[in-house]
């Protein structure tokens, strides 16, 4: 798929979006999450825990977008798509752990300071990885109604 380079850059220099899933009523859930987009695969990763709504809604429809919006709100990007879920973190050093340190190390640009305390947290929270397969992008990535005062 191809992405408009404006709409990729907004999204790429954010971390920090609006996950939207599906409710069982049909409304949206929306949560904010920390996310990463690798843009050659062009999936966004961001780190959920088991039994949250989020996790219940994707498990029956995984169907989502993520909302990233820019500083001043005068420009967005929305990227659709449907999520695959990993296996919930077991053990501190299963593929699911390995990947949430993946995704942690691609959102924050930086270690964490005590990596064993980090992978038993994702352990005990029960938190798993959740992959937006992008299937579309849209957005504004000029402001129209920008202010000229």
Same mark, same amino acid.
């Given at each position: 798929?191809?992405?408009? /380079?404006?709409?990729?850059?907004?999204?790429?220099?954010?971390?920090?979006?609006?996950?939207?899933?599906?409710?069982?009523?049909? @409304?949206?859930?929306?949560?904010?999450?920390?996310?990463?987009?690798?843009?050659?695969?062009?999936?966004?990763?961001?780190?959920?825990?088991?039994?949250?709504?989020?996790?219940?809604?994707?498990?029956?429809? /995984?169907?989502?977008?993520?909302?990233?919006?820019? /500083?001043?709100?005068?420009?967005?990007?929305?990227?659709?798509?449907?999520?695959?879920?990993?296996?919930?973190?077991?053990?501190?050093?299963?593929?699911?752990?390995?990947?949430?340190?993946?995704?942690?190390?691609?959102? @924050?640009?930086?270690?964490? /300071?005590?990596?064993?305390?980090?992978?038993?947290?994702?352990?005990?929270?029960?938190?798993?990885?959740?992959?937006?397969?992008?299937?579309?992008?849209?957005?504004?990535?000029?402001?129209?109604?920008?202010?000229?005062?």
């Amino acid at each position: 798929m191809a992405m408009d /380079p404006n709409l990729l850059a907004l999204t790429s220099a954010r971390n920090i979006g609006a996950l939207a899933t599906i409710k069982n009523d049909g @409304r949206p859930q929306l949560s904010t999450v920390n996310f990463t987009l690798d843009p050659a695969t062009t999936t966004a990763r961001t780190s959920v825990i088991d039994g949250r709504a989020t996790v219940q809604n994707l498990r029956r429809d /995984p169907r989502a977008s993520i909302f990233v919006g820019s /500083p001043d709100g005068w420009t967005y990007a929305v990227l659709e798509g449907t999520v695959e879920l990993s296996p919930v973190a077991l053990v501190s050093d299963d593929q699911t752990v390995e990947e949430l340190v993946e995704v942690f190390r691609a959102i @924050r640009g930086e270690d964490h /300071p005590d990596w064993a305390d980090y992978r038993a947290a994702m352990v005990a929270d029960r938190r798993l990885v959740a992959r937006l397969r992008v299937e579309c992008m849209y957005g504004l990535d000029r402001p129209q109604y920008a202010s000229t005062a």
